[in-house]
């Protein structure tokens, strides 16, 4: 699914995004991937750039918008395969090259352990991070692509955003799975954090929003950003 002219979206297993974050294609003279799904997911990705007309050479990077299994489960495969440079925030390259281990639900809750023991049949494979990057850097993709450090839901959880196409990939800063609102609470390290980090939001002219979790919104997406930051204001 295309959300903007050089935005591809790719959803995630069953096509909702509910089961497995959603990957997004940015296409440039070449490719970079934001986040990679579970494990398992590299042949659906690779099809999909052959589908477009590329090979999975022309794949030269992959960010990680933060560290957790949905995002970062089929990394290690695709970095084999395409020989991209991984880029991801410095405070969650240690989860991801595997200095620390995947941390479990950040509060427990039944559901949480119950994604927690699935979450052992999704194992992730550590992969080295090429390339920190952080608050305020811009990367030569589509113009100049920006990187804001939005932590709350993970320490280095990262947003991408590109001013030329009006998109902003807010990974798991918020979700849309049935409405607009906060990613999982049970996997959120600090909730307080992650609610200054979206309000951050308020201040980026944008109309297309995309998600880990859920549809993309693709028209007046800053105004329901807003909306949201509004109604957090609202309940604190
Ligand atoms: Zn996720
Ligand atoms: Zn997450």
């Known amino acids: 699914m295309k959300v903007s002219p050089h935005v591809i979206r790719i959803g995630g297993i069953f096509g909702t995004g509910v089961w497995g974050a959603n990957v997004y294609l940015l296409i440039d ?9 579970f494990r398992g997911r590299a042949n659906q990705i690779l099809r999909k750039v ?5 090979s999975p050479s022309d794949i030269n990077r992959i960010i990680i918008t933060h560290h957790h299994a949905d995002h970062i489960g089929s990394l290690a495969i695709l970095k ?4 991209a440079t991984v880029l991801a925030h410095p405070a ?3 989860y991801i ?5 995947q941390p479990g639900p950040a509060r427990p809750s039944s559901l949480g352990k119950t994604l927690y023991r699935l979450g052992r ?3 992730v494979t550590p992969s080295t991070v090429d390339q920190a990057v952080n608050e305020g850097d811009v990367l030569p993709v589509l113009g100049g692509l920006q990187v804001l450090h939005t932590p709350g839901h993970t320490p280095g959880s990262i947003c991408i955003f590109s001013p030329e196409e009006r998109v902003l990939i807010a990974g798991d800063l918020l979700a849309n799975r049935f409405r607009l609102g906060l990613p999982s609470r049970t996997f959120t390290v600090n909730i ?7 309000k951050r939001l308020a201040n980026l002219d944008f109309d297309i929003i995309c998600f880990g979790h859920g549809a993309p919104i693709t028209h007046g997406a800053g105004r329901a950003i807003n909306g949201l930051i509004q109604k957090l204001e609202n309940t604190i």
Do not use: C, H, M, W
Request: hydrophobic fraction near 35%; charged fraction near 30%.
């Open 97 to 101: 090259d595997g200095r620390l281990p």
């Open 50 to 54: 052959k589908q477009l007309g590329f």
């Open 192 to 198: 307080e954090q992650e609610i200054n980090s979206i």
């Open 80 to 83: 084999e395969i395409t020989k």
């Open 92 to 94: 969650d390259a240690p």
């Open 121 to 123: 049949f999704f194992p």
């Open 29 to 37: 003279d070449k490719l970079t991937l934001v986040d990679t799904g």
